[in-house]
């Protein structure tokens, strides 16, 4: 089994800049595709950005070019840097990790973006 906590979230101005942070313990995280989903009020929860155990990744047309998904092996973590961000990218991010046994879940982070 697999635990997620994620961190890094609160409140921005538009345009601004936060990097969420994933931490995995209770196995052996570089066997794990990792990626990051969000949740708007509302709405569906939508993969935001994935990275793979090679180091590829992949994002929504929505925050191309403004996020960045990254895995840390050594220090068991995944991280989103969102730059440029807009009232559009409100949401609760979940980290979620997969291998061939299970999906796993993180708590959620709030991300709030407002002037």
């Known amino acids: 089994q697999v635990q997620l906590v994620e961190s890094g979230g609160g409140l921005v101005q538009p345009g601004g800049s936060l990097r969420l942070s994933c931490a995995a313990s209770g196995s052996i995280f570089s066997t794990y595709a990792m990626s990051w989903y969000r949740q708007a009020p509302g709405k569906q929860r939508d993969l935001v950005a994935a990275i793979s155990t090679n180091g590829n990744t992949n994002y929504a047309d929505s925050v191309k070019g403004r996020f960045t998904i990254s895995r840390d092996n050594a220090k068991n973590t995944v991280y989103l840097q969102m730059n440029s961000l807009k009232p559009e990218d409100t949401a609760v991010y979940y980290c979620?990790?997969?291998?061939?046994?299970?999906?796993?879940w993180g708590q959620g982070t709030q991300v709030t973006v407002s002037s």
């Open positions: 979620r990790g997969s291998n061939y046994r299970g999906t796993y």
